[in-house]
């Protein structure tokens, strides 16, 4: 492959028109403009990172031995010599090398010739700098471990991926992922889980600074009451800073206000958890919370496929979760094949549990930002003060600070064929184009 700048030069141009901006008066739009040309200048310096990286690997094999570059250099893999010359990890080398062996050409031994990449799909987006090196990596390791069990389905399926990774965040690339993967590896799913459970631990170390270092690693069904009274702690501490906010705007009267951090909530519950237990048969947690754990019923019925719990990106096993579901603390929600029930809910402004389960099913939490749905409330998109019904097509789950960001800045939210949609206002986007949301923004159709 020849090696070429002249996309990288390209975008520094571009990013050379900001030259001599003082970034503290700059608007905000003219911001948001150096933000994308800067980020596309370290985009495209990837991608010419990527092609180094992989002629570098390609001269220090293993059958190179002493002879290969990077131990010429004194290095004992490429890798490392990776990591010191970007003065990084060796994970952040290691991603590198894998997006490079994945999308560059390789050289036949007989003909000499250069053959295809593996992904050239990837390999094209990563070039045009349309994905990140983390997005890419991540779509590499999926599409390697799908080849494994479907081979026949890469090609079109590492097209919708692209496609469809393109216009998302690294999060939410990796919940499309694991959400694929769980409905077509779901043995996979089963053997992590297995081995999650098998390799669970909680570390408890004493600190030189005379702090305690409490580290756990544990399987979804381990963690999801500790994950689903913490999250409810947090939401209860940011609901009552929201009320005391609009509170002291209303009556002028200043409230004290629980200025914790969500670490610090977290480690306060813990707390009071354990000196709770200490001297109770029952543990009250000061929050109202119910671990949900989403099964579908084909899968329920047939004891394979995978389900998920609430607040976790990670799927479990169906057989997992019917063991979890059999705590009175825990609710399960199967769905049939209409996924959303449709209907008119009960005349009052509240939405009931059965409702705001319905809309975690659509929205997936919150359906702007997805924060998990212990964050989360249901809301009115027409205000029941304003004649608004307590209905499904009427809601929309979304945590406090999506809540109130969306009405500060004049967000549409409108609901299509079980979809929730974004429109900005014309100050943000001219053209004021909608945006998909909820679990749909970054699910992988089909």
């Known amino acids: ?146 080849a494994q069990v479907a081979p026949d389905t890469v090609a079109g399926l590492e097209k919708r991926m692209v496609a469809k990774a393109a216009t998302l965040s690294l999060a939410d690339v ?49 963690a999801a009451p500790i994950v689903t009274v913490l999250k409810a702690a947090v939401k209860k501490v940011m609901q009552a800073r929201r009320d005391s906010a609009h509170d002291k705007g209303m009556t002028g009267m200043d409230y004290t206000v629980d200025e914790r951090t969500p670490g610090q909530i977290h480690a306060d519950t813990l707390s009071a958890l354990a000196r709770h237990a200490l001297g109770c048969e029952t543990v009250p947690t000061g929050v109202t919370t119910t671990i949900v754990v989403r099964v579908n019923q084909a899968d329920l019925q047939s004891g394979t496929g995978c389900a ?70 249901a809301h009115h998109l027409r205000w029941w003060q304003h004649g608004g019904t307590t209905t499904l097509d009427n809601g929309v789950m979304l945590c406090v600070s999506c809540h109130h960001r969306i009405h500060a800045h004049h967000w549409d939210i409108t609901i299509h064929h079980q979809h929730v949609w974004f429109t900005p206002p014309a100050t943000i986007d001219p053209t004021r184009t909608p945006r998909i949301g909820g679990k749909t923004h970054y699910q992988l159709d089909g």
């Open 174 to 222: 990796r919940r499309m992922v694991a959400a694929h993967e769980a409905a077509h590896r779901p043995l996979d799913v089963k053997e992590r889980d297995q081995a999650a459970f098998d390799n669970r631990y909680v570390q408890i170390k004493d600190e030189a600074d005379g702090s305690v270092a409490i580290h756990a690693r544990l399987d979804v069904a381990t």
């Open 308 to 377: 998920s719990v609430d607040g976790i990106d990670s799927f479990i096993p169906v057989t997992t979760a019917t063991q979890m579901t059999v705590d009175a603390e825990i609710q399960p929600l199967i769905m049939g094949d209409s996924i959303l029930p449709i209907g008119k809910g009960p005349k009052k402004r509240l939405f009931t549990e059965d409702q705001k389960l319905a809309l975690l099913e659509r929205d997936g939490g919150c359906a702007w930002c997805h924060a998990p749905p212990s964050s989360c409330e």
């Open 1 to 146: 492959m020849t090696f070429s700048t002249s996309a990288l030069a390209d975008s520094v141009a571009a990013a050379g028109v900001f030259e001599g901006a003082d970034l503290a008066s700059t608007p905000a739009s003219r911001l948001v403009e150096v933000k994308d040309a800067v980020a596309r200048v370290r985009r495209m310096a990837d991608a010419l990172l990527v092609e180094v990286a992989g002629e570098i690997a390609r001269r220090s094999t293993k059958d190179d031995g002493v002879g290969g570059l990077a131990r010429t250099r004194g290095f004992t893999s490429p890798g490392r010599m990776l990591a010191d010359a970007l003065g990084g990890s060796e994970a952040e080398a290691h991603r590198l090398l894998k997006v490079a062996e994945a999308t560059q050409p390789s050289l036949d031994a007989d003909s000499g010739s250069e053959t295809a990449p593996r992904f050239p799909v990837i390999a094209s987006a990563v070039r045009s700098g349309r994905l990140s090196m983390e997005i890419a990596a991540v779509l590499t390791r999926a599409l390697e471990r799908i």
